[in-house]
Every structure is written in C-alpha cells, then in structure tokens.
C-alpha cells in the first residue's frame, strides 16, 4: 500500500489509459479492418474526438457565454425580490414574536466574508502560484496518458499474446475464458453507468422543465456527464442547476434537493443501481456499497472510479476459479 501511494500518479495514468483504451478499443478495431493500418485507426479515432471537443467548443460555450451574460443582468431584479422577501420573513418574525433580526444574521455573513477576503494577501499569491503549477501538473499529465493510452490502442494485443507465451499452454484456455468474462463485466458496469446517469439525468431534467428553471437543457446535460461518476458525481452535477435557482426563485431551491434526494435514496439506490450494477459486475448491492466507501477511502474521486470495476474483476477471477476447483474434485 505504501508503495501504490508513492507512485500514485504513476498508477492512476496507467489506470486511466488502460481505461481509455479500453473504451476505444472497439471503434479502432473496426476501422483498422476498414483502413488497414492499425495506427492511422487510432489517429482517426483521436482526431474524431477531439472534433467533438472542439465542436463541443465552438457550439456549446456561445451559449453557455450567452446565457451567463443574461443571467448577470437578472442579478439586480434578484437582489431586489430577495429584499423583499427577506423584509416578508420580518414581518412574519415579528407577527410570531420571534426575535431573530434578519437584517443583522445577513450583515454579519456578510461581514465575515469581506473580513476573509481582506485577510487573504500574500496566502492568496501562494496559492495562485499552487494553482498554476497544479495546471501545469495536470496539462503534462494529459499528454502522458493521451501518448501512453495511444501506445496501448497501438499495441496492446501484443503485450497480451506476449503475456500468454509465459504461461503453461494448458492453462491458456483459462486465461481466455477469463478475459471473456471480464470483458463482458466492465462492459455491462460501463454500459450500467451510462443508463444509470441517462435516467438520473432525465429525472432532473424533467424537474428544471416542470420548475421553468432556465438552462435546463444544459444542466441536463452537465448532470448526465457528472453522473458517470459514481456516488458523487451525482451531488457535482446538481451545483449549478442550484446556483441558478437560488438566484431566479430561492424559494423553490427545495425542490430539486427533495426530488434529487428522495429519487437518488428511496428509488435509484434501492432498486435501480442495484439491478443494474448487480447484473453487470455479479456483486451483491452491499458488497458494491463496500467497494464504493473502499475505493472512497484509498484513493479519493479516482478510487470512486475505479472501485467497482476492480471489484468486478476480483469477483469475476474469484467465481471463476472457485468453479475450476469444483470441476476438478469432480473429475
């Protein structure tokens, strides 16, 4: 364990471009048959990629831009009705012979945040300085496992036939029977994790519609693409969606908590995630709820990631070998 967390980094590049090319490895399959040379494949799957960024880019930040532009002009009408409804829960305070001053609770929040922000001089340079050099970090390591997830489209079925050869030709047939299971179970976890934000993602989609929130398409989307993320990604992507409301409708900043809360506890955890991510991976809902806090509590956001799919593996290698075992008493 001390080891692994030495070489963190290390890890989690190799982790993240085998996962990369794992995902990829189907569309560069295909083409290669189509143009014949395995590396210009995985160029053209590349580049189609980084089209979709870039048409992501050029399409989607406009109005992003757009939107944020009339969504600062609103903020004096917003600043105007939260006033006025904070002169309402006066009243009604009063009305109750509740003493609470609202007036003086906003002006003291108030206070201690200029008082932070006064107080921030020379920690703030530092960590601006922390920030840059941590975008520097985070640009080399984005070349690092785009190059090394390239390597692994390129030639990764040769360090697999190369792997093989060490091991006992009588043995090779488990090892492909092992890697048909293995790949059927990260392809039904992946394939459960993208149903599973496609249904969080519609919910809360048809939340913002019913609650005439502005953007809804957008922080649709935005949940949906935080969702893949186990546990987590979920509460990320409702950030904004929340932002937004609190300054159009504070009043109905309840809503979408209960609805996202109650649907994310009561329904998806208890019945859906569980069929669905019980199905691909073969782990009871307990052990997938152990994997997650596990996976929480080794490695943070990256073993939430990577939790079930280790899990799955494990698991898939454990019955598998439990199974050989059994046939060979009974031969």
Known sequence: YKVAKYYFDIIAILGISLLISYLLIGPVDWLSKIVKVRALAVVIVYL????????????????????????TKHLPETTVLLDKKGDEL???????????????????????????????????INKVIEAALGTVHAIFYILVTSVTSYYFLLDGHKLANEFKKYIPKQHQYHVDNLAIELDRCLRGFYGGMVKLAGINAAV??????????????????????????????????????????AFTDPFQLWIPLVVYEGFTRLIKDNFITPKIMGDAIGIHPVLILIAVLAGLKTAGLVGVLFAL?????????????????????FD
């Open 204 to 245: 809360m989609f048809s939340t913002y519609i019913i609650m005439k929130v502005p953007y809804a398409f957008l922080l649709g989307i935005w949940h949906f693409l935080w969702c893949i993320i186990p546990v987590v990604g979920g509460w990320v992507g409702l950030v904004p969606a929340l932002f937004v409301i």
């Open 309 to 329: 799919p280790l899990f799955g593996v494990m698991n898939v290698i454990f019955k598998y070998t439990l199974s050989q075992i059994k046939v060979d008493e």
């Open 90 to 124: 006066q009243v009604f305070l009063n009305k109750n012979n509740i003493s609470v001053d609202i007036d003086s609770v906003v002006g003291s929040i108030t206070y201690g945040i200029t008082d932070k922000l006064s107080h921030s001089t020379i920690d703030n």
């Open 48 to 71: 189609t990629l980084l089209g979709l960024f870039i048409a992501l880019i050029v399409f989607v930040l406009p109005r992003v831009t757009n939107e944020f532009i009339l969504f």
